[in-house]
């Protein structure tokens, strides 16, 4: 009975009024029209006016040491309209000198109706329509004072790519496909977290479940019309312990998927678990390090947050039409930016790699574009950037890389990355290159990265155009036998054009990295597939730690 009334329950839920009769993309449709004809009489009239919703419903489960903390659906619709007053040439999306790029200027849109019944939505388009034309005319206002004011654009670069429309629908998902026994579900995420109640050293242990399915609409005065789908299902379980000098240290694992039934099977999931309890006991004794130079391994997964955060910020074009930032390879396409062996491709079009399910998978980006291969490095040398509608010099047209999170302006983001090497290494030789140039520095040792939590990087001109990541799990690999020492403490931290000169090589293995990109458009899906990767030269420092003391009372 359990089962069958859940599975009733996600019935109900896919079949609320709208779903199995789409007529969303007709609704809006016809609003844009009726809203664009009445603008053009304006001044100054919108040239370009776009809808585009977002209905997500997600189930969420969360679970620490082993109970239920929240089980339940959530979900909305929320909808960005854009509008473009002046021509494509200049509009009001033109970077204002002195002034941010002005994605402060947008809001997080606004929710529309659940249910697909016209009168309601479109109260709701024609109040929000005009609220966004009549921003955009004081901010098309202040570019022409501006661009009166100020010294000329570097960048002659039109603000807005004509590109050609497109149509596209796709039949809302199968509810029966979608069905999974929310039961079976909450006992799983329990038995993980669970796993923490046997160590005394974990002062926080949760798991986390969460199956989305979203809609996404897109409509366009130049003609386009997209319907899509997108489904993504992730398990993450995190621990997180506390030295006795007051030094925070988590962990966690992530398991992404397109549907539940495609996460790992619950055996290597416990497992994976248990070791990192064992690793965070161990974490608490392990010794902090002392700021380093030297050469370093980065494991798979923690390659793949280096180069996402470190690289892949750096070739997403749009910012680069902005003269406060860094621009730091926007004028070295041609050159060798990476060693002469790597390759980092993104494609969007690609779903499943290997045994990886890659959670930067779409059809068609927020801008109505559809997601291209853009190979952006070839064997070293710089060919291309990740371009939405909006050009720089040298790059005239989207090639499907306009990404947003729901409610907010798209803008240049990554996708699926790809790290190649023609000439990878196998693990063996990558640990013995590490230890000669260890050796051929002087250093007693060098640091193998075994994953990371994040980072963050600046791109700008004001700040230091540099990054830091944080790993969490590191190692010691010392050149004269020793076994390889776990240590605490260490961020990985510099600037890009150096680091990338000490990439030496790759290896034969691939990690994944998936996550939550956050930028000035929100929050987007992204993967990274990496090898292992030598470097010859890193700095570290050491890392902020927490001033509170442990808990007085001990753990339950």
């Known amino acids: 009975m359990r089962k069958a009334f859940y599975l009733f329950i996600i019935g109900m839920l896919l079949s609320v009024p709208g779903i199995s009769q789409d007529n969303l993309p007709d609704i809006l449709k016809e609003e844009l029209n009726r809203n664009m004809e009445a603008l053009k009489k304006e001044q100054p009239a919108p040239y370009y006016l776009s809808y585009r919703v977002n209905d997500v419903r997600s189930y969420t489960i969360q679970t620490t040491f082993g109970q239920i903390t929240r089980s ?26 002195g002034e941010d790029y002005g994605w402060s200027d947008w809001d997080e849109g606004v929710d529309i109706p659940v249910e697909n019944v016209p009168e309601g939505i ?6 929000e329509t005009d609220r966004q034309y009549r921003k955009s005319s004081d901010l098309y206002a202040k570019v022409l004072a501006n661009i009166a004011v100020k010294v000329e654009d570097e960048d002659k670069s039109t603000d807005f790519s004509q590109e050609e429309p497109v149509v596209y629908y796709e039949a809302p998902p199968d509810e029966a496909s979608l069905a999974f026994d929310i039961g079976l579900w909450e006992e799983k995420l329990k038995s993980y977290s669970a796993i923490f109640l046997q160590n005394k050293d974990v002062i926080q242990g949760a798991s986390y479940f969460t199956f ?4 996404k609409y897109f409509v366009s005065s130049d003609g386009s019309n997209i319907t899509e789908n997108k489904l993504a299902c992730r398990v993450i379980v995190n621990g997180q312990t506390q030295a006795e000098d007051g030094m925070d240290l988590p962990l966690y694992n992530s398991y992404f998927a397109f549907y539940p039934g495609d996460l790992p099977p619950d055996e290597v999931i416990l497992g994976e678990t248990k070791k990192l309890s064992e690793t965070l006991t161990r974490l608490r004794s392990a010794p902090v390090v002392d700021s ?7 494991a798979a997964e923690s390659a793949g947050v280096f180069f996402h955060e470190i690289f892949g910020h750096r070739i997403e074009g749009q910012r680069m039409k902005d003269e406060s930032d860094a621009q730091t390879f926007k004028k070295k396409v041609g050159e060798n930016i990476l060693n002469e062996n790597l390759s980092v491709i993104f494609d969007p079009g690609i779903s499943k ?19 291209k291969r853009v190979i952006v490095v070839e064997n070293g040398i710089l060919r291309n950037f990740l ?11 989207s090639n499907g890389h306009g990404r947003a999170q729901p409610g907010l302006q798209a803008a240049s983001r990554q996708s699926n990355m790809f790290v190649e090497s023609k000439k990878p290494l196998t693990n063996e030789q990558l640990r013995k290159a590490l230890i000669s140039e260890a050796k051929n520095q002087g250093k007693e040792y060098g640091y193998l990265f075994v994953s990371t939590v994040g980072g963050f990087t600046m791109t700008g001109r004001y ?4 990054f830091n990541v944080t790993p969490t799990e590191v190692y010691r690999i010392y050149t004269d036998g020793r076994p390889d020492e776990l240590v605490r403490g260490v961020d990985l931290v510099g600037t890009p054009l150096s680091i990338f000169s000490n990439i030496e090589a790759a290896g034969k293995d691939y990690g994944l990295f998936t996550g939550t990109c956050g ?3 929100g929050g987007v899906p992204v993967s990274t597939v990496c090898p292992t990767v030598f470097v010859k030269q890193i700095e570290t420092q050491r890392k902020e730690k927490n001033q509170n003391r442990l808990p007085i009372l001990p753990r339950p």
Not at 122 to 127: A, F, I, S, T, Y
């Open 212 to 215: 989305s399915i979203e809609r």
């Open 353 to 371: 790699y290997k045994d990886f399910y890659l959670n930067g998978a779409y059809k068609y980006d927020e801008q109505g574009q559809p997601g």
């Open 72 to 97: 339940g659906w959530s979900g909305n619709r929320r909808i960005c309209i854009q509008v473009r007053v002046g021509n494509n040439t200049l509009d009001n999306t033109h970077p204002i000198k």
């Open 519 to 521: 930028a000035e458009s």
């Open 122 to 127: 479109k109260q709701v388009l024609w109040k």
């Open 292 to 298: 380093y130079t030297g050469p370093a391994l980065l």
């Open 463 to 466: 700040m230091p155009n540099a």
């Open 387 to 397: 371009m939405s509608r909006t050009p720089i010099e040298g790059f005239s047209n």
